[in-house]
């Protein structure tokens, strides 16, 4: 059994008296797709938060490769190779898929943006996914709802990080584009990297994930190896409808 790349150990975060997560445990190995189910409310957009450096826990600890950390800000869990995509993608839709991918760290040659060297590295980014859009320099606004998300990943892929954190990727997207989407999931574990994948559709992470954690109401309610899993057994978690049923690691 390798090492987990990153663990949370009893983390706990309340908004005020409203306790979003519980004395949660969480383990993510690396190449390993790791999915975190739950209902409304259950804290998934909490611990990507958590993961992603945008909340402090209240209590517990985070580990990445075994050493305990804690982020002030995202820029600090991206530094230790953690990326998170969240659901509302913050993509300008003025600018095109360059900009977007660089916005903020653009590199220069000389006193100018390297256009050319932004260009030949977002067609990098976007073949390594499998991705198709009619060109690096459409708007954004231009694209589909996968091609957009595919756009907010690459994004993420720059700096090459180890963990990839998917906040809801799947919402508000078609069958064709689902499909597209956890293909791309299945890249990134192939190129190396160890995805969290934030869903409330069990189906979508059935599909991808090696191991599946139920969130329900801030705690962990269950936690399965994805081959073993039901629909029936994750709902049954999901919903508290039987005891907190227990997989094995990796």
Known sequence: MTSPVLELSRVSKSFGAARALIDVDLAVHPREVVAVV?????????????????????????????????????????ARGIAT???????????????????????????????????RRAWELLDQLGASVPSVRVPVAALTGGQRRTVAIARGLLGDPRVVVLDEPTA????????????????????????????HATSDVQAVADRIV?????RVNGEFEADAATSEDLLAAMTGARPVRRGGGR
Request: aromatic residues 4%; charged residues 25%; proline residues 5%.
């Open 85 to 119: 995509v969240f659901q509302e993608l913050a993509l300008c839709d003025n600018l095109d898929v360059v900009e977007n991918l660089f916005l903020g760290h653009e590199p220069v040659r000389g006193a100018l943006l390297d256009e050319i060297a932004m260009e």
């Open 38 to 78: 739950g209902d409304n409310g259950a804290g998934k957009s909490t611990l990507a938060g958590v993961l992603a450096g945008v909340y402090p826990p209240d209590a517990g600890e985070m580990r990445v490769d075994g050493e305990p950390v804690r982020f002030a800000d995202p820029g600090a869990a991206r």
């Open 214 to 218: 139920v969130l329900r109401l801030g």
């Open 172 to 199: 508000s997207l078609g069958i064709r584009q689902t499909a597209e989407l956890l293909n791309l999931v299945e890249r990134l574990r192939e190129r190396g990297h160890s995805v969290v994948f934030v869903s």
